[in-house]
C-alpha cells in the first residue's frame, strides 16, 4: 500500500496538535489550514515523512500522520451515524472476519463499518454491500475510497436486504440497519454452513426481536449478545486514573451461528 512514501498533494493527513486535537485535512500544494493554533501551509507538510514535526506560520508546532481507521472515521464526511471504531474492532471478531472472506453487508450508511470490513477480508476476500438509498451508497464510495484507495473486491447493491439477496455461500453477514429480523431469513439463505451473521443495534429491544426471530429458527446456533465498553486512564505521574469522559452507548452486537439443520 505504500503507506511509506512521503506525504504528496492529495495526500489525507491527521494534524495533531499540543492539545491533542486532531484535524483532518488533504492536501493540495499552495494550500492553507486554519485552526485556534495558526496556520499551516500544505507545503510544509508535503514531502515530509509520516509522523514529521510541522510548524505553524508562528512556530506552534503540530505532528502529521497518516489517518488511522479510527481517526479517518471519527473525521470523514457523514450522512447515517457511523459505527464508532471500538464496534468496528468488536464486530470483525466477533464475526470471525479473515483474510480471503465473502463478506454481506446491509446497508452502508456512511460506510465507517465497510471500510474495516474490506480491511480485515484483505485483497483475497470480497465484501458485497446493500444499501437501500443510493445518496448514502455515494458518500460511501468516496469515503471508503479516500481511506483505501479504489478498491476491486467491494461492490455496492442498491436494494433493500429484506427483499432478498441473490449471493449464496458467503462466510460472514454484517448488518447494521434497523429491523435486521426481516433480514434473518435472505441472510439463512445467503450464508454458508458455519457461516457467521453479525448484527449491530441501538436497543435493547431491537435485540431481544432479533434474537427471538433467531432462536426459533432451526438455521441458528449460539446467538449471544454483547455490549463493548471501552474506558481511557488518564496516567501521568502519580495521576493514575480512569479519563472522566467516555462513551456511555453506542450498540449492542448480537451474532449468530448458521447451522445445517435436522
Ligand atoms: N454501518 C454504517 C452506518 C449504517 S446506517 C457506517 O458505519 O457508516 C444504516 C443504513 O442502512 C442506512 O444507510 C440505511 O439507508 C440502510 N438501510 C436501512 N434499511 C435497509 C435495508 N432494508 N436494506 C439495505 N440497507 C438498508
Known sequence: MGLDRRFEPGSRVVLLDSRGRRYLITLSAGGTFHSHRGIVEHDRVIGE????????RTGEEMRAFRPTLSEFV???PRGAQVVYPKDIGAITVQGDLYPGATVLEAGVGSGALTIGLIRAVGPAGRVVSYEVREE???TARANVEAFLGPVSNWEIQIGSVYDGVKERGVDRAVLDLPEPWRAVDPVGEALRGGGIFVSYLPTIIQSQRLTQELQSDSRWSSVLTTETLVRAWKIEGTSVRPEHRMVGHTGFITVARR???L
Do not use: W
Open 49 to 56: 515523512e509520516d509522523g514529521s514535526l510541522v510548524r505553524t
Open 74 to 76: 471519527l473525521k470523514m
Open 136 to 138: 448514502f451508497a455515494d
Open 259 to 261: 447451522v445445517v439443520p
